[in-house]
């Protein structure tokens, strides 16, 4: 079993519809990072979280530390959110920036 | 501010050739990582740094060396490509001062085949 498994493994979505990827974790963690990687190979970091949710734009990330899971959400998907999505978790001992990362969700969004 | 710039973006080696990736960033960042993404396979950290003079290995370092004289750069050394190696890889730095709460930057990544 993957330290940190996401799902679904592909996603496809109309424009406008609301997305939801999910990450569960084994290890416990500080700290959750989202990151998405566009179709050009470039990767940007999107939310960085160990408590309750944070809000970017459309974009929303959760966390639940009890049950070691996250979601990130897109409300009113749009043809550019199509990426790669991927959560990683820092590998204990938390002191380093030693991650986990999960191997992604393809999201594609058709118009 | 240009971020984390990483060169060559493509690049062929022949079995047993050498080469050094570069990465640079200028945002003073403490910490810097090389990692490699093979299909199907989540991101895998190859070396990382904490700081000037200071590297450690990761989850596969074998085959590549690193050094870190100076805060903005961070080369990635292959010694002696193999086909194994052929794969993607990415350079990010982020702040150290909250360990590992601290986003990443991301280079563009380098893509390499080795034949």
């Known amino acids: 079993k993957n330290e940190v498994e996401q799902s679904p493994q592909n996603l496809t979505a109309q424009e406008g519809e609301f997305i939801t990827i999910n990450c569960s974790y084994s290890?416990?963690?500080?700290?959750l990072h989202w990151l998405q990687q566009h179709p050009g190979g470039g990767i940007v970091s999107l939310f960085m979280l160990s408590s309750g949710k944070k809000k970017h734009g459309r974009l929303i990330a959760t966390i639940n530390i009890q049950e070691k899971h996250s979601s990130l959400h897109i409300t009113a998907s749009h043809p550019r959110d199509s990426a790669v999505y991927i959560c990683a978790a820092p590998r204990p001992p938390y002191n380093t920036d030693k991650l986990i990362f999960g191997t992604g969700t393809r999201l594609q969004v058709f118009p | 501010n240009a971020g984390v710039t990483q060169t060559p973006k493509f690049q062929v080696l022949k079995t047993g050739q050498s080469m050094t990736l570069q990465c640079a960033q200028d945002m003073n960042h403490e910490y810097m990582s090389w990692y490699r993404q093979d299909p199907g396979m989540g991101l895998r950290l190859i070396h990382y740094s904490v700081g000037a003079g200071i590297t450690d290995q990761g989850e596969v370092p074998n085959g590549y060396n690193v050094s870190r004289s100076t805060t903005e750069d961070f080369p990635l050394r292959l010694l002696s490509a193999a086909p194994s190696q052929t794969s993607v890889y990415f350079c990010?730095?982020?702040?150290?001062?909250?360990?590992?709460?601290?986003?990443?930057?991301f280079g563009n990544g380098t893509r390499l085949t080795v034949t």
């Open positions: 990010a730095s982020s702040q150290l001062y909250q360990g590992a709460n601290s986003p990443l930057h």
């Open positions: 290890v416990g963690i500080s700290a």
